[in-house]
Nanobody, 115 residues
Framework: QVQLVESGGGLVQAGGSLRLSCAAS????????MEWYRRAPGKPRELVAT???????NYADSVKGRFTISRDNAKNTAYLQMNSLKPEDTAVYYC?????????WGKGTLVTVSS
């Protein structure tokens, strides 16, 4: 089993920044892609950013140029640097990781952006 714990959420004013972390623990052998999703109130879950084990990244159009995903394989941790935050970025942010075809999810961290 792999456990994922997100942290770093909070309340920030529009234009501000936050850095989310996703720490993986447990039976870790070879985590492949790590991803950040978000779910805003009344909206479906949205894939925000992806990073492979080789460091290849991909972003949703809505966050390109503002968010940066990274990972520290030695620490089994992924990060999401969020800059120029907008009220529409308000959501619960979830981390997902894949190992040997099994998907693992964290419980999420709330990001609230005030206007």
């Amino acid at each position: 089993q792999v456990q994922l714990v997100e942290s770093g959420g909070g309340l920030v004013q529009a234009g501000g920044s936050l850095r989310l972390s996703c720490a993986a623990s447990g039976r870790i052998f070879s985590i492949n892609a790590m991803e950040w999703y978000r779910r805003a109130p009344g909206k479906p879950r949205e894939l925000v950013a992806t990073i492979t084990s080789y460091g290849t990244t991909n972003y949703a159009d809505s966050v390109k140029g503002r968010f940066t995903i990274s990972r520290d394989n030695a620490k089994n941790t992924a990060y999401l640097q969020m800059n120029s935050l907008k009220p529409e970025d308000t959501a619960v942010y979830y981390c997902k990781a894949q190992q040997y075809g099994i998907l693992y999810w964290g419980k999420g961290t709330l990001v609230t952006v005030s206007s």
